[in-house]
Every structure is written in C-alpha cells, then in structure tokens.
C-alpha cells in the first residue's frame, strides 16, 4: 500500500493531467490511459516535459494533441483511424526530433508498442483511477463500456444509445480488435462550451486535382473554435508599441505562411501607448508551435520586444481592431 501511495505522489502531474482530460474535457477514461501510456513514451525518449507542455494549453488544444496521439496509437495497433491527419503538428512542436507524419509508427511498431503497453500496464493502469483494463487489451476500450457514448465531434448528442459500430476484421496479430471501438474524433463533453472542431469539405470550385490528393485532406480540416481559443495575448515594452502589420508579417513569416487572421491591440486613453494585445490565429494548432512549445515566449519584432503566450478571456481586457 505504500508503494502504492509513493506510484500516486511520483506520478501526481499525470494524474492531475488525466482527470482534467475525462472530468473537464469529457474523454474516454481508457483512451486517456493509452494517450498518457504514449506520452510517457515520448517523454521517455528524450523529449523531457512533453505532458507539463502540453498541460499549460487551453482546452482546444489540448484536444489536439488528443487527435493526434490517438491517430499515432491506432497505427501502433495497425489500423488508420478514419477521419485523422497523418500530421502531428501539435505534438512535433513539443518534440526534440519532429516526426514527419503518423505512418513513422507504422514502421517503428515492433520497436514502440512493447514499450508503450508496457508503460500502458505498469504506470497508466495502476495510478490513473483505480479502474483495470484486461490483460490483452490493445490501445481502446471494450464496445460495452463506451458505445453509446462514442460519438464524432460536431454532431449532437442523443438521449438514446448510438448505433452499434461496424465490425472490424480480425487480423492474427491482434486478435481482439473486432471487440474495440474506434472513435472517428475526441470525445466531448456535452455540457461543455461549444468550441469543437469540425470538418467539413472545402468547396468543388477550390478543391485540388486528385494528383493532389495528400494536400487536399489537409485543406479538408477546417478550424471553428471561437476567436478567444486561438489566440496569443502579447505585451510590449512600456512606451514601446509594435504595429499590427509589423506583428502580422512577423508571425507569417516564423511559421512560414500566412497564419494570423486578425491583431488586435489595446484601446489605451488618450494620450497613452498600448502595452498589450491579442493575435488571432487561423488554427489553434499553431498556438504550440509559434510558441515552441513553451508556456511564453519573447520576440524582436523590428528591435522592440514582445512577449507571447496563451490567450486567456478576460473582461479586464479591451482591444481596438
């Protein structure tokens, strides 16, 4: 009993992280304790930090990197999770060493599964709730636990239970996969804000020629979180304001393309300067990756200084466009 409380206190951030992830964000407890399994994983490789870094996110984009380790870990258990970016924007700006896109873990499977079912079973199962998975399982839950909860992001919620999932074949290697569910996106939780990203089909005249085709299932995932979700708060030195234009072609070109939709800056009284501002970005995705992955980050921006990081609504703020 005391190694167990000893487990629980070592491990308390990732506990605080697993709670926020089912209680505030409405996830799937055991998909949670494969995502926490990976994470351990990355952070086991070398890239130091990866869940405090993820943890310091607002919600939205916390669920991104959800998406994303969940895509990872369904090739891990050699399936395509239908409806999911092969990119890992989120989760390579908070890696050592950027992973070009999800098919790595289709080729690094006998390397990295073992090692993450063993920190599935060794650290998630026994210090993330009190629950226990079988033996045998293999990245999702069961059908009966889940299947009338599962549910893509953007459609409504039934008092009813959903339809039972299509049958998978089962394959040699993992021969109860038929008995899993695989959600097409994060689960949210009902009462929760309605910032979900949806995904929706661009327009026929813009969509790209099937040559093309790679680039358009990026083009397909369209961001309809609320401004507030997607954007940077910036300050200024005192007495020290940047332009917005400045600010704009300064983002664009750190992340190499045109990114930002909107700045906006403080509406100082007369006679005063603005020291503060909001940046609203095109996707909460790039939120991570303008600022590398770091709570803040600081900028020169044409010799003057400005500080970045996460948006956070507040009525004390007032902003000029």
Same mark, same amino acid.
């Given at each position: 009993m005391?190694?167990?409380?000893? %487990? #629980? ?13 089912? &209680? ?7 998909? %949670? +304790? ?11 490789d070398?890239? =130091? ?17 959800? =998406? ?10 050699? &399936?395509?999770? #239908? ?8 989760t /390579?700006?908070?890696? /050592?060493?950027?992973? =070009? ?7 690094? &499977?006998?390397?990295? %599964? ?5 920190? !599935? ?13 079988? =033996? ?5 839950p069961? &059908?009966?636990?889940t299947?009338?909860a599962? +549910? ?7 008092a009813s239970?959903? @339809? ?21 996106? @994060?689960?949210? /939780?009902? %009462? ?20 093309h ?26 007495? !020290?304001p940047?332009?917005?234009d400045?600010? +704009?072609?300064?983002? /664009? @070109? ?28 095109? @996707? ?24 970045? +990081? ?12």
């Amino acid at each position: 009993m005391a190694g167990m409380r000893e %487990m #629980a206190i070592f491990y308390s951030q990732e506990r605080s992280f697993f709670h926020r992830l089912v &209680r505030d964000l409405g996830q799937e407890k055991e998909h %949670m +304790r494969w995502v926490i399994a990976l994470w351990l994983w990355f952070e086991a490789d070398g890239n =130091d930090k990866f869940m405090r870094r993820a943890a310091a996110l607002p919600g939205p984009v916390v669920l991104r990197f959800v =998406d994303e380790a969940l895509a990872c870990l369904a090739r891990l258990a050699g &399936r395509v999770l #239908a409806g999911a970016s092969t990119l890992l924007p989120c989760t /390579n700006a908070l890696l /050592n060493k950027p992973i =070009d896109d999800v098919t790595y873990f289709d080729e690094h &499977r006998d390397n990295i %599964m073992p090692r993450v079912k063993l920190l !599935y079973k060794t650290v998630c199962r026994v210090v993330l709730d009190d629950a226990c998975a079988s =033996d045998n399982a293999v990245f999702f839950p069961s &059908r009966s636990s889940t299947a009338s909860a599962t +549910r893509a992001i953007g459609t409504p919620v039934l008092a009813s239970a959903a @339809s039972p999932p299509p049958q998978t074949p089962t394959t040699p290697r993992f021969a109860d996969m038929n008995a899993i569910v695989t959600p097409r996106f @994060s689960q949210l /939780n009902a %009462m929760a804000p309605p910032w979900a990203p949806i995904r929706v089909a661009p327009p026929h005249h813009l969509q790209p020629q099937p040559q093309h085709q790679h680039q358009q299932h990026q083009m397909m995932i369209v961001d309809r979180l609320p401004e507030e979700f997607r954007s940077l708060f910036i300050t200024f030195s005192r007495g !020290y304001p940047i332009d917005k234009d400045d600010i +704009r072609e300064f983002f /664009n @070109s750190l992340h190499g393309r045109p990114c930002v939709e909107d700045v906006m800056v403080e509406r100082a009284a007369p006679g005063q300067m603005p020291v503060y501002g909001r940046v609203v970005l095109q @996707s909460a995705d790039m939120i991570p990756v303008l600022l590398g992955g770091e709570p803040t980050a600081k900028f020169i921006i044409k010799g003057r200084h400005l500080w970045a +990081r996460v948006y956070v609504p507040c009525s004390r703020h007032t902003f000029q466009a």
